[in-house]
């Protein structure tokens, strides 16, 4: 026999056990984006490589190690994404959507990077995001954040995450803030891991997000980078910060917040939770009102976040019943002898026609009657509709109520208007 194939690793299939967990997250998604108008963008998985090296940065843990990236038969180097935000920008550029325009635009599909597989990071991942386009005051960043609070409470998982947020100024403060943060660091190499050391030559910024315990104590007398931001960045932050508390989210100023991605100014916020181990943030995000331009576009400014699924499947597979997105059958057809199967065939075609919402088990494949209503039951089926040549004869059917076993015959005709009955509340 030859050996079976296995799928890549970090790759993961979803199996009809968990695709009702992903069909009802995505629902839910869906159906609050709409509640603030936000648009669906689909963009190609493949993008030219320069593209994300452009916008994500050079020096990021993306861009240098977890990217696929290969030749095109042609030898241009294409690379699968790793994020969203960078395609929406490339297709709004492309198709003019953004300049002196503003659009509310989501995006949900898999993101692809090369890190070592554990719990709630992988090499095929999903996410979902939105990015609004040509708003520069802090209302849209509040607006985000509030649609992402909405979800939480939506999933009932308000409870388990919890928003962190940061400034990192304009590109001067930061820049300013680097020279500072680099000068103080250097003084202090020795205490500094190998990782650190490696982003103190590359991307300074990024040894504020260590999470070694010793680097985070050496950080502790670092310089604040609150204390580098230009005034207008000051009072975007303190605007942002009164809207939230306006509407009611809770946040905490985390000084080390600074995300992993290059475009960011401004705004960054990430919700974290504690329940995912080292994996704790399941939605990240900031302003970027640079990346536009830095990719050919007219000035625009953007804010947007990106939200995990696999680690918000995670925790809500801990924090949920089954039974709030599991749809169960709702009519399972049982007939004993061909004319019966053929006859429950109609029926279930009659009553997708006048009842398109109900989810209806047609059982195929005859076999005895005990071994179909044990399907039903394992189905969780409401109503069992029961065929039997007499039945047929006499154009009857049994139905039956799963849920206290009461049992009717009833003309055929009355099938549907018994169901519309049965299942109108
Ligand atoms: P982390 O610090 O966990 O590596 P990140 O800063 O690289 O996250 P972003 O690029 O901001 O993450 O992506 C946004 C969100 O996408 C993350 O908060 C996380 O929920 C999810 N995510 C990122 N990488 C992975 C991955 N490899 N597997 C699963 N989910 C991921
Ligand atoms: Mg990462």
């Known amino acids: 026999m030859s050996k079976t194939i296995q799928a890549i690793r970090g790759m993961n299939d979803c199996l009809p056990e968990q695709t009702a967990l992903w069909q009802w997250m995505e629902q839910q998604i869906r159906e609050v984006v709409a509640s603030y108008d936000f648009a669906e963008i689909r ?33 241009d180097s294409l690379t699968l994404r790793p994020e969203g935000t960078a395609s929406v920008v490339r297709a709004g550029n492309q198709h003019g959507l953004l300049y002196n325009q503003q659009q509310k635009l989501w995006y949900m599909g898999q993101m692809f990077r090369h890190e070592r597989p554990q719990k709630g ?27 992402s609070r909405r979800l939480w409470q939506r999933f009932g998982i308000q409870e388990h995450v919890e928003l962190e947020i940061n400034s990192l100024g304009s590109n001067e403060a930061r820049e300013n803030y680097k020279k500072a943060l680099v000068v103080f660091l250097s003084e202090r190499k020795d205490a500094l891991d190998e990782d650190s050391l490696r982003r103190l030559e590359s991307n300074p910024l990024r040894v504020l997000d260590s999470k070694n315990p010793d680097v985070q104590a050496v950080l502790t007398d670092a310089p604040a980078l609150s204390d580098y931001l230009d005034e ?21 100023v ?54 995990g699924l696999e680690r918000l499947a995670l925790i809500l597979r801990e924090q949920l019943a089954s039974e709030q997105y599991v749809d169960t059958v709702d009519v399972f057809f049982a007939g004993l002898g061909d004319l019966a199967a053929g ?26 009657f005990k071994k179909q209503m044990k399907k039903a039951d394992k189905l969780s089926a409401k109503y069992a509709v029961i065929l039997g040549d007499n ?5 009857q059917v049994n139905i039956k109520n799963l849920a206290n076993g009461e049992q009717q015959t009833l003309p055929e005709a009355e099938l549907v208007s018994f169901l519309q009955g049965a299942f109108s509340n």
């Not at 303190?238 to 989210?249: A, F, H, M, P, V």
Request: charged fraction near 25%; glycine fraction near 10%.
């Open 121 to 147: 990071r992988y090499r095929q991942f999903h996410q979902f995001g939105v990015e609004a386009f040509g708003y520069a005051t802090p209302d849209m960043d509040a607006e985000v954040i509030a649609l």
């Open 43 to 75: 963009t190609p998985v493949v993008e030219s490589t320069d593209l994300f090296k452009r916008s994500i940065g050079e020096v990021t843990d993306i861009v240098e190690k977890e990217m696929y990236t290969f030749d095109d038969r042609n030898g």
């Open 343 to 368: 006859q429950n065939a109609v029926l279930a075609e009659t009553v997708r026609d006048a009842l398109p919402a109900l989810k209806l088990h047609n059982h195929c494949g005859g076999g005895n």
């Open 391 to 395: 039945e047929v004869a006499e154009k």
């Open 232 to 252: 207008e960045s000051k009072q975007h932050f303190s605007q942002l910060c009164e809207r939230l508390d306006k509407l009611g989210i809770q946040y905490r």
């Open 254 to 307: 985390n000084e080390r917040l600074v995300r992993g991605l290059d475009y960011y100014n401004r705004t960054v916020f990430e919700w974290v939770t504690s329940s995912l181990g080292a994996q704790g943030t399941v939605c990240a995000g900031g302003r970027y009102d640079g990346l536009v331009a830095q990719l050919g576009g007219k000035a625009c400014p953007g804010v947007g976040f990106a939200m």
